[in-house]
């Protein structure tokens, strides 16, 4: 069973700080994503990663992944208050018609002060 | 333009009645699923479903039934509702599992089901 944990699960940040968010997964997967809730709404896209040493920017965030360590890591660099929300990384699992499903890590809920 | 919508947002009602959660996609996807997260904000996996197979998570009780009248739409209705019933329900769509180009997921806003 693929299981995906996610570390810290709260982190509060002062603005102007970096810090990074750590996503592992139990078995292999070929497709990681990173979402950003905020409160009572919904899961927003960041990034998708398919392929081993993969990364991406946008603006102050960075992903990454390693497929061989089964580890993503999502960099906040510089954190100003709207980056304040939770954050998730999820993995596709299964195979044949459930190999869409996404299988979800339990946030960060990321909290940035001035 | 809303790609992906659900009704309603706000669902409250009482232990053993019966409800339904529309979603409707604009995509052009083929694949649906459906997630529930509960108050400790986690997220699961309960159906994907496109116009050819339906795969049920083995935790979901069978009183949760997805039905989908077309390939734009899944809905999801639930007999007999608990207490712990109580979550965000969030449709989603994607091309047919995840596969060639086009890898992304797309959420709906969420319908948030109080059960009293």
């Known amino acids: 069973e693929l299981k995906v944990e996610q570390n810290p699960l709260f982190l509060s940040m002062q603005e102007g700080k970096n810090y990074t968010i750590y996503c592992n997964y139990s078995?292999?997967?070929?497709?990681l994503y990173w979402y950003r809730q905020d409160p009572g709404k919904s899961l927003e896209s960041l990034f998708v990663?398919?392929?081993?040493?993969a990364v991406k920017q946008e603006g102050r965030l960075m992903a990454s992944l390693d497929t061989k360590a089964r580890l993503s890591t999502l960099h906040i660099t510089a954190a100003v208050h709207d980056l304040s929300a939770t954050y998730f990384c999820?993995?596709?699992?299964?195979?044949?018609?459930?190999?869409?499903?996404?299988?979800f890590g339990k946030g960060t809920k990321l909290s940035v002060k001035p | 333009d809303t790609a992906v919508s659900q009704t309603p947002k706000y669902l409250v009602t009482q232990m053993g009645n019966d409800k339904s959660i529309k979603c409707e996609q604009n995509?052009?996807?083929?694949?649906m699923y459906w997630y529930k997260q509960d108050s400790k904000k986690f997220l699961k996996i309960m159906f994907s479903y496109n116009n050819k197979e339906l795969i049920i998570n083995e935790t979901v009780p069978n009183r949760f039934s997805p039905k989908s009248p077309d390939k734009a739409h899944l809905n999801l209705h639930i007999n007999s509702l608990e207490l712990g019933d109580s979550a965000v329900y969030f449709c989603a769509s994607s091309p047919t599992g995840l596969a060639g180009p086009h890898y992304e997921q797309y959420f709906g806003p969420g319908t948030r089901l109080t059960v009293t």
């Open positions: 078995t292999t997967s070929d497709r």
């Open positions: 999820a993995v596709a699992g299964g195979s044949g018609g459930s190999q869409g499903n996404l299988i």
């Open positions: 995509l052009g996807h083929d694949t």
């Open positions: 990663l398919l392929s081993n040493g």
